[in-house]
């Protein structure tokens, strides 16, 4: 099993850019697939970005296509989350995701609030 604690959250004013991290220990050869959802108050989680971990392919939800980048880094075991562009409608908390063996992300981390202002 994996471990997964995330940082880098903060309050900022739209426009303005934050950098997500997730550190990922334990068994990290069992890691397939890393996520960030994030969760509005009142609304449900939603899935932002994810990235294969050996080959690095990303996806995006399209509401943060050309603004977020997901990445990580192997060696220090990390995925981070480049934000750009923040919008008010950005405020969440974002939550980092692991999947491992199965379908769905079966790990997840404390979270960490984003919060923009307009």
């Known amino acids: 099993q994996v471990q997964l604690v995330e940082s880098g959250g903060g309050l900022v004013q739209a426009g303005d850019s934050l950098r997500l991290s997730c550190v990922v220990s334990?068994?990290?050869?069992?890691?397939?697939?890393m996520g960030w959802f994030r969760q509005a108050p009142g609304k449900e989680r939603d899935f932002v970005a994810a990235i294969t971990w050996r080959n690095g392919n990303t996806y995006y939800a399209d509401s943060v296509k050309g603004r977020f980048t997901i990445s990580r880094d192997n060696v220090k075991n990390t995925v981070y989350l480049q934000m750009n562009s923040l919008k008010p409608e950005d405020t969440a908390v974002y939550y980092c995701a692991a999947r491992q063996s199965g379908p769905n992300y079966d790990t997840w981390g404390q979270g960490t609030q984003v919060t923009v202002s307009s």
């Open positions: 334990g068994r990290t050869v069992s890691v397939n697939t």
